[in-house]
């Protein structure tokens, strides 16, 4: 009964912790930290592997609810940390929920300063409410393409 007891209560907590844990959030200097290690992956192995490296190695290109995405300088997806059914689909006209068109503000923020932030309004994969999120955009060592990784604020 009592060793019944001693495996019952960790997997208890485990589910009582699973929401919170689920629901971990990355920062600002994460993002940017993993949109400069994006860089210099491309840039090391090139387009091909590395945007196969964004969307397949989840261990290495996933942190909490953050992922590495890149665009090319059409708005077709080259890779998606989180959902590998958007590579190669065009997003040139992708809004957020508010109509803000995504990939034009990015490619906008690109053009006039190479990197920075691009702000708008997305559904959050886990609770599916619409939130803030900031995207940490930066040019793509071709000059063309854009890397990208979002935060929930």
């Known amino acids: 009964m009592l060793r019944r007891q001693l495996f019952a209560l960790p997997a208890a907590l485990l589910v009582l912790a699973a929401p919170a844990l689920a629901e971990e959030r990355g920062t600002k200097q994460e993002a940017i930290a993993m ?3 994006a860089f210099e992956h491309l840039k090391a192995v090139g387009s091909e592997k590395a945007n196969a490296d964004f969307t ?10 953050l992922y590495v995405f890149v665009f090319d300088e059409k708005g077709v997806f080259l890779s998606h940390g989180a959902n590998d059914k958007l590579v190669g689909r ?3 006209n992708m809004k957020d929920a508010n109509g803000k068109g995504i990939f034009p503000a990015m490619q906008e923020l690109a ?4 990197t920075g932030w691009v702000d708008y309004d997305w559904a959050h994969p886990q609770t599916k409410k619409v939130e803030g999120k900031s995207s940490y955009v930066r040019k793509g060592p071709d000059g063309k393409s854009l890397i990208g990784v979002g935060i929930y604020r």
């Open 35 to 37: 949109v400069n290690a």
């Open 56 to 65: 397949s190695d989840k261990a290495k290109w996933v942190k909490k609810d």
């Open 90 to 92: 065009n997003m040139a």
């Open 111 to 114: 053009a006039k300063s190479g």
